[in-house]
């Protein structure tokens, strides 16, 4: 119940590429939805978040899109770029309590 | 901009030692946390604190852990009997207000190895 499940567990992208990668939860108490990033040696920055009542928020060329009904997210990074190469993680909380993390999707983004 | 810092940034310790991991959250910030990361696998949670108390724990948060904020800007991760499995990288994370209202910005992590 207090999952949430990340697929891919890598990808590649060529340079200018679309980055898709896709988290589901089961737990329908969860209320927020932020995806932090990770470079090598750091901690988790936050990139993007998003509530449940709305389908869709971007940021630049990040998107992260929100599926309701079928408990599922995912962040689109659009024109990926190597600076882009980073762990990335969805993660969300069911109100006012911590945060559970996805198991993360190591990005790399060729030129 | 203002950081969450953390201290030491890699800790080596022999089985059975205690270990203390330090962090000075962001100074705003009212809520406070530590996480860890075993090598390759997902952040984890191990407890949240407010109000100068412990307002959640994991399973992972056992007797052998404990937190505390000594001052105004200070706060610590206690390790009393460190085993070869505590061996991650720990981060320390503040908000300004609550896990869903709010940022959770992490520091950079202490390494601990367990030897």
């Known amino acids: 119940q207090q999952q949430v499940k990340q697929s891919p567990q890598s990808l590649i992208v060529q340079k200018g590429g679309i980055s898709i990668i896709n988290c589901a939860y089961e737990?329908?108490?969860?209320?927020?939805f932020p995806w932090y990033q990770q470079f090598p040696g750091k901690g988790p920055a936050l990139l993007i978040a998003?509530?449940?009542?709305?389908s869709e928020k971007k940021e630049g060329r990040f998107t992260i899109s929100f599926n309701k009904s079928a408990k599922q997210f995912s962040l689109h990074i659009m024109d990926s770029q190597p600076g882009d190469s980073a762990t990335y993680f969805c993660?969300?909380?069911?109100?006012?309590?911590?945060?559970?993390f996805g198991k993360g999707t190591r990005l790399s983004v060729i030129a | 901009e203002p950081e969450v810092t953390q201290t030491p940034s890699h800790q080596v310790t022999q089985m059975g030692q205690e270990v203390i991991l330090r962090c000075v959250p962001i100074?705003?910030?009212?809520?406070f946390y530590w996480y860890r990361q075993i090598l390759g696998q997902k952040v984890e949670f191990l407890v949240s604190?407010?109000?100068?108390?412990?307002?959640?724990k994991s399973e992972i948060f056992d007797d052998q852990f404990s937190v505390e904020r000594p001052d105004g800007s200070n706060f610590t991760l206690k390790i009393r009997s460190t085993k070869l499995e505590d061996s991650a990288m720990y981060f320390c994370?503040?908000?300004?207000?609550?896990?869903?209202?709010?940022?959770?910005?992490f520091g950079p992590g202490t390494r601990l190895t367990v030897l």
């Open positions: 998003i509530r449940p009542d709305v």
């Open positions: 604190f407010y109000n100068n108390e412990i307002s959640e």
């Open positions: 100074s705003n910030h009212l809520y």
């Open positions: 993660a969300a909380t069911p109100g006012n309590t911590p945060l559970v």
């Open positions: 737990n329908t108490a969860f209320d927020y």
């Open positions: 994370a503040s908000s300004e207000r609550g896990p869903s209202t709010d940022t959770q910005y």
